[in-house]
């Protein structure tokens, strides 16, 4: 934690609206492609070694809530496997980086969790190389938005967010805790879309919808192992996914809609994964985080 983090500041305006002036960018989109870059804690984010010696695994690791997360694990003394796309690369080179020069091992596993194959695959590099995994963060997603919603909507995207944002979740899990011991902890991303979804992103918010429940029926289903289950609802946050998979009349605004007036950076939620991986949030399972600027979720 930074002294800028311990200093009370106006919520509204800790972070300027970054939509105004971007200009779309490729899918998978990376963060060298933005006009404004994303805060991942680079320069903010002080451990305090609320994680020290554990064995972690994120998805979606190589930028945005994935990047912020992965650093402040490392900081807080945890070693680090990052889940990516081959051609998020670059990306993931930039994380990498941060984890080591937080002293900590890190470790890579590129590939297409869509596949149970590679889900599996992620796991197995976890355990070869650091023996068991004591945190797994689901966060990897896919999403498009489509102005028309419903009609717009190709069978074949509709498959991409089921496998990439919910199929995997179950892979992995179901492949990683026969790997963890009592005190582990499962962390998934869900949304503020699960509760109060978007035309435009029906599919997404729809896969969203789903991991809450999963998160639920799983903490239930582990108690009896001593595993906790739990998830964090992020809000509009500004990361690579943004850019590139929002039409550009809409990257201007992107945010205002909570009621904070602005869309969140990634180092403000990784306190919030942080928590659920450490000791200090032992009395929690089968909990939603709604971490979404004012939004409500119920």
């Known amino acids: 934690m930074s002294q800028d983090q311990l200093t009370p500041q106006d919520p509204r305006t800790r972070h300027e609206s970054p939509g105004s002036g971007e200009q779309p960018v490729e899918y998978p989109g990376r963060t060298g492609d933005m006009d404004v870059h994303p805060d991942h804690g680079e320069k903010t984010y002080r451990g305090l070694g609320r994680l020290e010696g554990r064995k972690t695994v994120i998805t979606g690791g190589d930028s945005g809530i994935g990047r912020a997360v992965a650093l402040a694990?490392?900081?807080?003394?945890?070693?680090?496997?990052?889940?990516?796309?081959?051609?998020?690369?670059?990306?993931?080179?930039?994380?990498?980086?941060?984890?080591?020069?937080?002293?900590?091992?890190?470790?890579?596993?590129?590939?297409?969790?869509?596949?149970?194959?590679?889900?599996?695959?992620?796991?197995?590099?976890?355990?070869?190389?650091?023996?068991?995994?004591?945190?797994?963060?689901?966060?990897?997603?896919?999403q498009m938005a489509r102005p028309s919603g419903l009609e717009e909507i190709p069978s074949e995207q509709f498959d991409r967010v089921m496998k990439t944002n919910v199929y995997a979740l179950f892979w992995l899990a179901k492949a990683a805790v026969p790997h963890m011991r009592p005190g582990s902890s499962i962390i998934s991303t869900t949304s503020v879309q699960a509760f109060t979804p978007s035309p435009h992103l029906l599919d997404y918010a729809t896969s969203k919808g789903a991991i809450v429940t999963f998160t639920k029926g799983l903490a239930a289903n582990l108690v009896e192992k001593g595993i906790r289950v739990n998830a964090v609802a992020p809000g509009p946050v500004w990361t690579p996914l943004i850019p590139a998979t929002f039409p550009e009349d809409k990257l201007g605004s992107f945010g205002q809609q909570a009621p904070l007036g602005r869309a969140a950076q990634p180092v403000e939620l990784a306190p919030f994964y942080v928590f659920l991986a450490s000791q200090e949030s032992t009395y929690m399972t089968g909990e939603v985080l709604g971490v979404t600027g004012g939004s409500p979720i119920t």
Do not use: K, M
Request: aromatic residues 6%.
């Open 73 to 142: 694990f490392a900081r807080e003394g945890a070693d680090v496997l990052i889940s990516y796309l081959p051609a998020e690369e670059d990306d993931a080179r930039e994380t990498v980086r941060l984890i080591q020069e937080a002293g900590r091992t890190v470790v890579t596993a590129p590939g297409d969790l869509r596949e149970e194959a590679q889900c599996r695959a992620v796991v197995e590099r976890a355990v070869d190389e650091f023996g068991h995994i004591d945190v797994l963060v689901s966060n990897a997603a896919y």
